[in-house]
């Protein structure tokens, strides 16, 4: 599975950015599969944003996002989205999408995720 994350810039703070997460594989994306956001911010580990199930599309997210970001998918195009809104400066970082195969280690660890994409750039400006 190939990831590639897109829509990544800079934004105002109290703007909004939607960024893309579009998978590409020979096989299929099994419903058990995870599909999540995380961020890196210079100096700091990559934290969990937010994650979807990808069959019944449960949703999870981390607090500091909660009410402002919603995660979202469209199975026909393989493809998970992230809208972001109320964007704050701490939000920017480096985001990236990744596929968890295995919940064994939980949606909100990075360590667990098998795929990654290679990161768009969000840097929020106050």
């Known amino acids: 599975v190939q990831l590639q994350a897109s829509g990544g810039g800079l934004v105002q703070a109290g703007g909004s950015l939607k960024l893309s997460c579009l998978a590409s594989t020979s096989g299929r994306i099994f419903s058990s599969w995870i599909m999540g956001w995380f961020r890196q911010a210079p100096g700091k580990e990559r934290e969990f944003v937010a994650a979807i199930r990808w069959g019944p599309g449960t949703t999870y997210y981390s607090d500091s996002v909660k009410g402002r970001f919603t995660i979202s998918k469209d199975s026909g195009y393989n493809t998970m989205s992230l809208t972001m809104n109320s964007l704050k400066p701490e939000d920017t970082a480096v985001y990236y999408c990744?596929?968890?195969?295995?919940?064994?280690?939980?949606?909100?660890?990075?360590?667990?995720?098998?795929?990654w994409g290679q990161g768009t750039q969000v840097t929020v400006s106050s």
């Open positions: 990744g596929i968890l195969r295995s919940t064994g280690l939980g949606w909100t660890t990075s360590k667990g995720y098998d795929y």
